[in-house]
Each structure stands twice: as structure tokens, then as C-alpha cells.
């Protein structure tokens, strides 16, 4: 558990010093043990042959009785300085000469038994046959001791110790050095995932390694920093852009609430110069004071209730900035809830209006015209709006195959008195037919495209059409395209968006195409454009027809 | 180290003799002493005439051992050859001899004695001065109270044998001034 836990160094480099400590020590030791047997070995060996020549120079002083010569030969022995004893016994067993000088031959009557030589605890010793032809002449004994052993096991112990402490330093400097090339790319990698787990950041790359594993290892690590690198930009890309459509949402409410605003306050104002206008007639017209009084409260009333109105449109801005769906939620409910209010109003203006025809000055009574449009233009808005959530809950209308050529007819036939004086040249080619939808959607589909085209007609040059439908792939493609003002560049991303007029010497609400991109939506379509400033724009509609 | 490896090749092939009875006599040393020369002196082919012919050990003159040099010689072999004792009168008379020991009278003549044994491989020994000056090869001696010899290598070379060096390290060396 210990070494588990040991830093990658340390655990390269202990595996490296124990690996070469262990074979180390067992060569070592096995040398050790390798050189002791031939040692011992070569040592009787030696003391064998040493034997042979002593025995063998010994046979004439013992064939001819001559203990001086022998002990010559013996004494010979002092250039071996391991030899402690030597004896040489005639061939009836008694002792003839010994070395070193001083031993005492009387000391020494007893003849060893056996021949060959044997090692006793602090000795080697044995004695050996003089023959001389096939004659035996005497026994030679010698004793060696085991100094020169000893000291060279001695030496080959120092060597051991310093052979093993040498290579376990040279492998320690070496492991330290060498095990960089493993764990330093891996210490880098961890690092660098360190680095970024502690900073969140994305970009650092491991750049350490080679082509190995720890390479590879690397290269993955990087892959996959770019992967989340990748989806973190993806995911801010998509923050912001969310962020922006809630913006963009929220200003389009804004400047709704605006114009809103604009159109009550103007009617409130009216009220007021109306309020002094019948003041000023109170005195001929007890009862228009009373009623004038009762619309003031009326209008008052209302007021306070489009305000409590704002209000709430404020707070469901606020709670759109997080959701879309509210903002459905808000149309509809506004659609809704204002319908009645304005109808209310219009009745009442009427009835003012026609109290008052016939007393009014020609710039009163421009103001009163000037309110019945407003009060017009916002019955519109609220149309549009309830549009809206209507292309949003004409989901499940039924499906049914529609003859493009048959909309098409009605609708240019509906807008045949908005044609003016020249008449539009229309180029018309269905390749297919039949689309599979609502007749609603399609219809009013192709109404808004065909009168947009109608509405931003370029005043230099007479209006030519083209309307195309083709099979592409699961899509029914309708075409739309005209050669009137076309669209700006910088307003191509915002064309879909809700209330965005981008031009404004037309009337109309903006929410002609955003109801028609709703739509196709909805249906699994799309809707594409191309679209050139003072050239002319083209429409696709892609209807969804599922699998073919 | 030639003869390092001979002496251990002739070790391998040794069987062990047994004990013989410590020499008492000065006579019977010699015995043992004639019959060791036969280990440190080389006779040439030529000096036996077949294959199977016996090593002589040959006596002139008066016999001095009786039978002991007989018991010594018994059962040993020189060479594969067996060992005996042979006895001789007069000079003329040896031949196929290997080791001639001269036990020389007072009367004799050196030279005469050693006339008709020129140029055979034989080894002389005697106790006398007289004959290693005039062709013997070995001389007993008596010194301290112990049997010592004399060789006269130049003698044994021209008789065409091998005298062991170890033998010659135990002997007194006589150079003789060759009579032209």
C-alpha cells in the first residue's frame, strides 16, 4: 500500500534499484560462492602437485638413506609460506625428515592412514605415496593453512561490497537520470491536468512526449481538452445568442409597450382636451357633462387597467428573459385580455364621435379621426398577436392535400385591388402540385409572401413574381421571388423576428414572416431567403412531408 | 615440468610394497643400495638381447651378501623384467650382466679386470678407488658411520646410461682425466 502510494519517481526508481540491487547481489554472491569451490579447489590441487614434487625429489634420499638430503628438499618449502608442516615417513611408517626443522621427529610417529589431501577447520593437509618407478619409498604428509584463502576471500568480500555499492550508486545516478524520460512526460500530463482542474481553464495543451504510450496518452488528453474547449464555446456561443434573442425579445416588448404607451397617453391627452372642450360646453349641455364625466372615469378606468396591464406585461418581460415559452403565454393572454377593452373603446369613441359630428371644429375633429385610427392600428396589432398564438395552436389541424395552384389563384385575386395601376407580372411554375398541410397555413403562407412582395414592390421598376414549388428530398419547396427593394444586409439576421418592420413607408405590424417561420416550424419545415438591396428577394419555404 | 608429468604419470600406476626388515649391516645396505640403483639408472635396449631377457645383477669376485641380496632381489621386477642375482669368477665370464658389483682382492688388477667388460651397458659398483678411476661408475663408501657413494658420471655416459640427477645430488662426483 505503502509503495502504491510512492510519487511515480520514486517508484520508477526503486523498482530500477531494487531490480539491479537484487541481481546484483545474487550474481555477486554467486561469484562468491563460484570462487570459493575453485579456490578450495585449485588450492588442494596446488598442494597436491606440490606434494607430487616434493615426493617425487624425495625418492632418492629415501632409497638411499640420506635424512640430510631430504630435509634440503624439504626445507625448500619456505618459499611457500602457507606450508606449515611437512613430514616424510620411510616406507616402514617412521618419520625421516620433517619441516619445518625444529619439529621433533620423535613427536611424530603417528603415519596418517589415508591418502589425499583434506581441509580441517583452520587447515588443508594430507600426505601422499613416494614412489620411485613402481617402487614405494615412504608417505610425504603436509599441512597447509588457509591464510591465502582466507585473505583472498577477504579481498573478494571487499570486492563484493564495493562492486555492489558502486553499481547501486551508479544505478541510482542512472535510474535518476533515465526515469525522467517515463515519469517526466507523465509528471507533465498530470500537471497539466492539475492545472487545469485548479483554473478551469480549457486551453493549456500537455505538450511533453514522445510517440509512446504517454504520447498517445497526451495526444487524447489534448483531443479531448479540444473537445471541451469545443462544447464550452459551443455552449457560450449558444449563452449569448440566447441571451441575445431575450434581449432582442424584450426590447421588441419594450418598444411594443412603447407604442402602447404613446397611444394612450395621446388618447388620454385627447380625453383631456376633450374633457375641456365639453367643460367649455357644460354650460349648454348639462347631460354631455355627465356623460363626458362618465368617460372620463370610463377612460380613467381603462387606463388604470392597461396600466395594471403594463404592469403585468412587465413582470411576464422579465420572466421571458428566461423563457419563450412565457412570451406565447404573454401574447396570448395580451391578444386576449385587450380585445375587449379596445373594442370598448372604439364603441365609445364612435358614440362620442357621433354626439358630437356635428359640433365639432374641423381640428377637433381631426383629433377625433386621428384616435379612431390609432384605436384601428391597435385592433390590428392585437389581430397579429392573437395570429400568433393562433399559428401556435394549429398544430393538430388536420392534414390534407392542397392545390397550390388553387391558393395561389385566391390569393392574387384577394390582392388584385392592392395591384394599383400596373399590374404585376407573374411567372408561375409548380412542379409540384399538391403539398401536404393545412389549406389555413398554406394559404396564409403564400398570402404574406405574395403581399410582401406586393407591399415592397421597388417604386423604379414594374413588380415581376415567380412563384415555384419542387420536390427536394422529404421537402415541398415553395418559391417566392420578387424584384422589389429586397432587404439590407445588416437586417437579414433579424428579418424573422416578431414586430421587425424594415420598412416603414408601408403599413403593417412585422409579424407577417415571423408567424409564417412559426408555422413552417412547427410543421418540421423551413424557410430560407436571399435577399439584394434594391434587387430583390427570394422566399423558400421548405414543407415538411415526412418520409417519402 | 617434463618430469613433474612423468612422476605423476608413474604415481598413478603404483602399488603399494610391503615394509621390508630395517637393514642392520653395512653389507646388507649396500645390497639394498645395489638394488636401488636399478631405480635411478637406465639401461639402453641394447643392453638386453631379447624382450624377455632377465635384469642381472652380477657379482665378481667374493660374495659379501650371502643370500641376502638373493631375498632383496626376489620377486622384483625392472621394467616388466624379472630380477636376479647372477655370480661371477672372473671377468671374462659376464655377460648379459646389468649392475656388476666388483668385490676386488687385494691382488687384482683394476685395468685387467675391466678390460673385457668395455663397452657393455653395465653399471660397476665397488668399494674400491682403484676401479672408479679406471672405468667404474659407483663407489661405496663409508662415511660417519653411514654408506655413501661416489659416481663417476663420465663413465656411466660412455657405457651409454642414464644416471637419475636425483641420484648424482646424493653422490660425491669423480671426474677421471681420460688416458689417451
Known sequence: ?548 | MFQILSVLMLTCSVTSVSAQTPPVTETQVKAIFLFNFTQFVEWPAHAFSTTDTPFVIGILGKNPFGTYLDEIVSGEKKNGRPMVVHRFSNAEEVKDCHILFVNLAKTDVPEAILEPLKGKSLLIVSDSENLIHHGGMIRFMNVNRKIRFQINPNAAKAADLTISSKLLNLAEIVTVEKKK
Open chain 1, 1 to 548: 500500500m505503502f509503495f502504491k502510494d510512492l510519487p511515480i519517481q520514486k517508484k520508477l526508481m526503486s523498482v530500477i534499484l531494487m531490480t539491479s540491487g537484487a541481481v546484483l547481489i545474487l550474481t555477486c554472491t554467486a561469484f562468491f560462492i563460484y570462487e570459493l569451490h575453485t579456490f578450495r579447489q585449485s588450492t588442494v590441487q596446488e598442494l597436491s602437485i606440490l606434494g607430487e614434487i616434493i615426493a617425487a625429489n624425495s625418492t632418492a634420499a629415501l632409497a638411499f638413506d640420506s635424512p640430510e638430503e631430504a630435509r634440503e628438499i624439504l626445507s625448500a618449502l619456505i618459499a611457500h609460506d602457507h606450508i606449515v608442516e611437512a613430514i616424510l615417513y620411510d616406507v616402514g611408517g617412521n618419520p625421516f625428515s620433517a619441516y619445518p626443522q625444529n619439529l621433533s621427529l620423535e613427536s611424530l610417529q603417528v603415519i596418517p592412514k589415508s591418502e589425499g589431501y583434506n581441509f580441517t577447520d583452520s587447515h588443508l593437509e594430507g600426505s601422499q605415496p613416494v614412489v620411485q618407478g613402481t617402487r614405494r619409498l615412504g608417505t610425504l604428509f603436509l599441512k597447509s593453512d588457509l591464510k591465502a584463502m582466507d585473505e583472498r576471500l577477504r579481498l573478494y568480500g571487499i570486492i563484493v561490497i564495493l562492486v555492489v555499492s558502486l553499481s547501486s550508486l551508479l544505478a541510482y545516478l542512472l535510474s535518476k537520470i533515465l526515469q525522467k524520460s517515463i515519469s517526466k512526460p507523465i509528471l507533465s500530463l498530470a500537471e497539466t491536468a492539475k492545472a487545469i482542474s485548479d483554473r478551469q481553464d480549457y486551453s493549456v495543451r500537455a505538450t511533453e512526449g514522445g510517440k509512446d504510450e504517454v504520447g498517445y496518452l497526451n495526444d487524447a488528453f489534448n483531443h479531448m481538452l479540444e473537445q471541451i474547449q469545443e462544447q464550452n464555446r459551443a455552449l457560450s456561443a449558444f449563452n449569448k445568442n440566447l441571451e441575445q434573442k431575450v434581449k432582442e425579445r424584450t426590447i421588441e416588448l419594450e418598444n411594443a409597450n412603447k407604442e402602447q404607451k404613446v397611444t394612450q397617453r395621446e388618447v388620454y391627452e385627447k380625453n383631456k382636451e376633450l374633457a375641456q372642450a365639453l367643460e367649455e360646453l357644460q354650460s349648454t349641455e348639462e347631460q354631455l357633462i355627465k356623460m363626458n364625466n362618465e368617460l372620463e372615469r370610463r377612460v380613467n378606468e381603462r387606463t388604470k387597467d392597461l396600466l395594471a396591464s403594463e404592469e403585468e406585461l412587465k413582470v411576464k418581460n422579465t420572466e421571458l428573459k428566461r423563457t419563450n415559452i412565457d412570451l406565447d403565454n404573454f401574447i396570448y393572454t395580451a391578444s386576449h385580455d385587450l380585445k375587449s377593452p379596445i373594442s370598448n373603446i372604439e364603441g365609445l369613441t364612435t358614440m362620442l364621435n357621433r354626439l358630437l359630428d356635428q359640433r365639432l371644429e374641423p381640428n377637433e375633429k381631426k383629433l377625433m379621426d386621428m384616435i379612431g385610427l390609432s384605436i384601428i392600428k391597435f385592433k390590428k396589432t392585437i389581430a397579429d398577436l392573437a395570429e400568433i398564438t393562433k399559428a401556435q395552436k394549429n398544430l393538430n389541424q388536420k392534414m390534407d392535400p392542397i392545390s397550390f395552384q388553387e391558393v395561389i389563384e385566391e390569393v392574387l385575386l384577394d390582392l388584385s385591388e392592392n395591384f394599383n395601376a400596373t399590374k404585376p407580372t407573374i411567372i408561375q411554375d409548380l412542379q409540384s402540385r399538391t403539398v401536404m398541410g393545412s389549406m389555413k397555413n398554406i394559404r396564409s403562407i403564400i398570402y404574406n409572401l405574395v403581399t410582401n412582395a406586393v407591399k415592397y414592390r421597388s417604386p423604379e421598376r414594374p413588380l415581376q413574381l415567380e412563384i415555384k414549388t419542387y420536390q427536394e428530398a422529404e421537402y415541398v419547396v415553395l418559391v417566392v421571388k420578387d424584384n422589389g427593394l429586397g432587404i439590407n444586409k445588416k437586417y437579414h439576421s433579424k428579418l424573422f423576428h416578431m414586430f421587425k418592420r424594415l420598412h416603414t413607408h408601408v403599413e403593417g405590424t412585422g409579424i407577417g414572416l415571423y408567424i409564417i417561420k412559426r408555422t413552417i416550424e412547427n410543421y418540421g419545415g423551413k424557410i430560407e431567403f436571399e435577399s439584394e438591396e434594391n434587387e430583390g428577394s427570394e422566399f423558400k419555404v421548405y414543407f415538411y412531408q415526412g418520409i417519402a
